[in-house]
């Protein structure tokens, strides 16, 4: 692994259903967000995490969970999918000590289609 | 609330041909502006970043520029070509080392054309 990966690279899910999208980074990084990008709209952080175990809510927050077990992995679970949750979905992490200040690595991204 | 505007939201370029992308940001306080390139179907990938006190900066064929007094910022490319196709994204920090504190623009998409 190198950089982000996020799985599924694409997805399409029915109205009501669970669904966890997945990201893994291998960059040590405390810090780690999960963001929704719409088309004419600027990405919207929805959850992020500074730390293994520690979360905080976005801008977006509602109608999703995130947990932070370790400093590698970040999922992102939609409860109950609606079609107001059709995006495309990215991952990103950050080292806020790394002197980059707080330069975003970024996933592939995953799409997401709720019917 | 903290804004940031990009235009134009889209432009098409011959290849060979300069180009300048425009950002105007309301972010209190401000920290850094950076500069993302995404093409497409991947993530946002960082170009330039600029502090307050940077008026320039630049990576290969690409110059940013920063108007602290104005709130306002620049995305110059030279000499485009054909892989510059893509969305350009301008992001405000307000605080240094919050990832969560910062605020995207909407991007501009340029496609260079041979």
């Known amino acids: 692994i190198a950089g982000i990966t996020q799985a599924p690279t694409s997805q399409i899910l029915a109205a009501g259903r669970r669904m966890t999208l997945r990201c893994t980074q291998d960059?040590?990084?405390?810090?780690m967000y999960w963001y929704r990008q719409d088309l004419g709209l600027g990405l919207r952080l929805i959850h992020y995490s500074n730390t293994a175990g520690t979360t905080g809510k976005g801008e977006v927050p509602d109608g999703y969970s995130v947990s932070r077990a370790n400093t590698d992995d970040f999922p992102l679970t939609l409860a109950s999918a609606v079609p107001s949750q059709t995006s495309v979905y990215f991952c990103a992490s950050s080292d806020p000590t790394s002197g980059r200040g707080n330069e975003q690595f970024f996933g592939p991204g995953t799409r997401l289609t709720v019917l | 609330k903290n804004q940031v505007e990009q235009s134009p939201q889209s432009l098409i370029i011959l290849e060979g041909k300069n180009c300048t992308l425009q950002?105007?940001?309301?972010?209190?306080?401000?920290?850094?502006l950076r500069w993302y390139k995404q093409d497409t179907g991947r993530g946002p990938v960082s170009l330039t970043i600029m502090t307050f006190s940077e008026n320039t900066k630049s990576n290969g064929r690409y110059t940013a520029t920063l108007d602290a007094d104005t709130k306002q910022s620049s995305l110059h490319i030279t000499a485009s070509q054909l892989s510059d196709s893509a969305s350009y994204i301008c992001?405000?920090?307000?605080?240094?080392?919050?990832?969560?504190?910062?605020?995207f623009g909407g991007g501009t998409r340029l496609m260079v054309k041979p």
């Open positions: 992001v405000v920090s307000a605080v240094p080392w919050a990832g969560n504190m910062l605020t």
């Open positions: 960059m040590r990084h405390n810090a």
């Open positions: 950002c105007n940001y309301t972010v209190s306080p401000f920290s850094n």
